[in-house]
């Protein structure tokens, strides 16, 4: 299957800085990728879809100008988190899609634990 | 837009048994329906898929099952493993909204040796 990657795996940082997670499609080209987020035993929640070359489309309730989503080309997408606080902590997952596919199959990337100290 | 209502939360069977679990959506527009494993900290890993124009698809001790008219979907799991212990999600999604996933809140499946 597809591989997508996502760095960094986990970060710590102290509250108020930024911290940016790239997504990256390794063996295809990602038309579309999503970003999650993912609270201890809870399920995952789209926060927003980024498309090639376009703005990124939020879910209700997500800040844009908190979560910014740059997806500059077809490989890579990147959620950046301004101003972290503790309440951000959280698992970070990504998601493509090969826009060539016939399918809806998504990819998901291992993920990125995110500490706001 | 999409709910999707996963049931039971948690699920504990003994090893050798069979698990099911149930889920309802509420878009009758959508078309795919991935179930995903997810072990701790790690990435959810798609373990099968079905499509709205299939009611059932077996692989090996998974199989899932639609009912389109009802707007539910189910996963089996026969001959449970302790190796199958892990969350389940399901989801649902819609390709003329853009394929976003909604998931359903998952479910806590522990397989007792």
């Known amino acids: 299957g597809a591989v997508v990657s996502q760095h960094p795996s986990w970060v710590i940082c102290k509250s108020g800085t930024s911290v940016k997670i790239e997504c990256r499609s390794l063996?295809?080209?990602?038309?579309?990728m999503f970003w999650y987020r993912q609270f201890p035993k809870q399920s995952l929640m789209l926060m927003a879809t980024s498309n090639e070359g376009s703005k990124a489309t939020y879910e209700q309730g997500v800040e844009k100008d908190k979560f910014l989503i740059n997806h500059a080309s077809l490989t890579l997408s990147t959620l950046t988190v301004t101003s972290a606080h503790p309440e951000d902590s959280s698992f970070y997952i990504c998601s493509a899609r090969d826009g060539l596919a016939e399918y809806n199959e998504q990819f998901f990337g291992p993920g990125t634990r995110l500490t706001v100290l | 837009g999409e709910n999707v209502e996963q049931h039971p939360s948690t699920l504990s069977v003994q090893e050798g048994d069979s698990a099911v679990i149930k889920c309802t959506y509420s878009d009758s527009a959508s078309n795919y329906f991935p179930w995903y494993k997810q072990e701790l900290g790690k990435r959810p890993q798609l373990i099968i898929d079905?499509?709205?124009?299939?009611g059932e698809k077996k692989d090996q001790r998974i199989a899932v099952t639609l009912n389109k008219t009802a707007k539910h979907f189910s996963l089996h799991i026969t001959e449970t493993q302790p190796e199958d212990s892990a969350v389940y999600f399901c989801a649902a999604t819609i390709k003329a909204a853009g394929n976003k996933l909604t998931f359903g809140g998952g479910t806590r499946v522990l397989v007792k040796p």
């Open positions: 079905i499509r709205s124009n299939v």
């Open positions: 063996d295809f080209q990602a038309t579309t």
